[in-house]
């Protein structure tokens, strides 16, 4: 299944895969390329992914380590508080 299969659903289990299509700016928010669909905004579906499990998500990061160390250092942030 896809995220546009499973709008407003939820799932115990959520796998998420992120590529080249996001990066984080240099204010630190998270932006995602312009998707060739015009009805869809890449940072809008990683929403709608995110926010379906009720359990476990796992966040996949495919050939961009600049995505993947930023996300391991929020990671890490949030679980030394």
């Given at each position: 299944?896809?995220?546009h299969?499973?709008?407003?659903?939820?799932?115990?289990?959520?796998?998420?895969?992120?590529?080249?299509?996001f990066?984080?700016a240099?204010?630190?928010k998270?932006q995602?390329k312009?998707?060739?669909n015009?009805?869809?905004?890449?940072?809008?579906?990683l929403?709608?992914?995110?926010?379906?499990?009720r359990?476990?998500?796992?966040?996949v990061?495919?050939?961009?380590?600049?995505l993947?160390?930023?996300?391991?250092?929020i990671?890490?942030?949030?679980f030394?508080?």
């Amino acid at each position: 299944m896809n995220t546009h299969e499973v709008i407003g659903q939820e799932f115990d289990n959520v796998i998420i895969m992120m590529d080249e299509n996001f990066k984080y700016a240099n204010d630190g928010k998270l932006q995602g390329k312009k998707h060739p669909n015009p009805d869809y905004i890449f940072y809008k579906l990683l929403y709608q992914g995110i926010s379906r499990p009720r359990e476990k998500l796992c966040i996949v990061v495919i050939d961009n380590m600049p995505l993947f160390e930023k996300i391991l250092s929020i990671k890490a942030n949030v679980f030394n508080e």
